[in-house]
């Protein structure tokens, strides 16, 4: 899958894309929607590269790309993503190569595109995509055993996990990019020891350190997509965070799931890293030798061999009064995509098995991804065991839940030996009052 956009001997002629730790090097070329701030422009899509956006609307009016590429860039000066997203991964490839050749440093491409940069500094990011439909699987073993220890500590993980990807239809209309705010959710609750409910603000408002997934190409209603066939259907990963009203959801879960618990907020980073891109960054899906093995139509040698992929994760917190006295924001948990239970491969396939169709700019959720150890639970509630452990954060500041003013920023990356460092931006939320 490494061809030569991967080289990590390349370089750029925009010269921030060459400095160590960027998130946005040549090898990345993640995508976005954007426009200047403050204007009255138009969103269209761009392309990351050092500090600076490569404005796909400008590109196609230069005409310099043809084939495959100049359909791409035509698809992606579009105001949302989806006409790009619905192009295939032969088209999206031959963009990224064409991309590639002409930022490197001495490209010929260079007077032209450079009229084409616009810097981050003065971007404002849209939704990537329109979408049609959002689903938020469970993918972490770990999280569903925390979580699970804290209800049932006798029985903490439910018989059917290890066997089949488990997840819900969440709501797409409140999925805000990074830098949402958003006031604290209202609903009813059943404090301990009641007869009966009451109806106020959330007070254990927790987080969930997630991944998104853009579907890319869709398939036909009653048309499954196979295990060999379903990352040609995936256009890209980007952060998430899908907040979650803990003591909203324990009330009213039963029997149909979450509700007003997860229907306020859900926000993702404006940049989706390609596939492509994480290739170097591929590693084995690898299940614990005593643990039921996949189904075969959940199984594939791909699977078994390059399935998962290891992304760093990090989750920070920054209090109102942190951010008032110029701190930045506390890690509160370091963990790795590569600990999750279900691959992307499986979530896709798993989705289509009965016939349901997916369309580009469909977006997954791939649950909160925790990893083997408790400093790595990507929420609150296992963090604190329920709340019984807060955290202590600078300043002498604790959280067992978030209050009103905090904002949480989740970061990704991926970096090792022999390979090109790429990073995913940011996705940072805030948290509002809650309206009187």
């Known amino acids: 899958m490494l061809n030569e956009t991967h080289d990590p001997a390349l370089r750029s002629w925009v010269a921030s894309a060459n ?53 791409a860039v035509q698809a992606g000066a579009q105001p949302r993503l989806n006409d790009l997203m619905a192009q295939g991964a032969p088209v999206w490839s031959a963009l990224r190569l064409a991309l590639s050749r002409a930022l490197r440093e001495g490209a010929a491409e260079q007077a032209a595109l450079k009229d084409c940069l616009v ?63 958003f006031r604290r959710p209202v609903g009813q609750t059943m404090p301990p020891g009641a007869t009966q409910p009451s109806f106020g603000p959330c007070k254990r408002l927790d987080i969930e350190l997630e991944l998104g997934i853009f579907v890319g190409t869709g398939n036909e209603p009653g048309d499954p997509v196979s295990m060999a066939q379903a990352e040609d259907h995936v256009f890209g990963i980007c952060l998430l965070n899908d907040w979650s009203a803990r003591d909203i959801q324990a009330w009213e879960y039963q029997p149909l799931g979450p509700f007003l ?54 989750v920070g917190l920054q209090t109102h ?6 701190q930045g924001d ?28 997916l369309q580009p700019g469909d977006l997954f959720g791939s649950g909160t991804l925790s990893g083997p150890t408790l400093d790595q639970a990507g929420a609150l509630i296992e963090l604190t065991a329920g709340g019984k452990n807060p955290l202590q954060l600078p300043g002498g500041e604790s959280r067992t839940f978030l209050e009103d003013g905090d904002s949480v920023v989740l970061r990704g990356w991926c970096e090792k030996p022999g390979a090109a460092r790429i990073g995913f931006g940011e996705c940072r939320g805030t948290v509002l009052p809650a309206r009187a």
């Open 261 to 314: 618990s997860k229907n306020f907020a859900t926000t993702i980073s404006p940049w989706i890293v390609t596939l492509e891109a994480l290739a170097p960054y591929r590693v084995a899906f690898e299940r614990p030798a005593d643990d039921p093995q996949p189904l075969p139509y959940l199984d594939s040698e791909a699977n078994r061999r390059q399935g998962a992929f290891d992304i760093q994760l990090q």
């Open 19 to 71: 400095s160590a730790g960027t998130d946005f090097p040549i090898q990345n070329l993640p995508f976005a929607s954007f426009r200047r701030q403050g204007s009255d422009e138009a969103f269209r899509g761009g392309v990351a590269i050092g500090d600076q956006i490569l404005d796909l609307a400008a590109v196609a009016r230069t005409g310099m790309f043809s084939g495959d590429a100049g359909q």
């Open 119 to 181: 810097p981050q500094a003065q971007a404002e990011y849209g939704v990537p995509a329109r979408i049609g439909d959002y689903t938020d699987f469970y993918t972490s073993v770990h999280h569903a055993t925390n979580i699970g220890r804290l209800f049932r500590p006798d029985n903490p993980l439910l018989p059917n996990y290890k066997w089949v990807p488990i997840g819900y239809h969440g709501r797409a209309s409140s999925i805000g990019v990074s830098g949402q705010r």
């Open 330 to 357: 506390a890690s509160i948990c370091r963990t790795s995509y590569r600990h999750a239970y279900w691959t992307v491969a499986q979530m896709v396939t798993h989705h289509t098995v009965n016939g349901c169709n």
């Open 321 to 326: 009064r942190m951010r008032e006295a110029g």
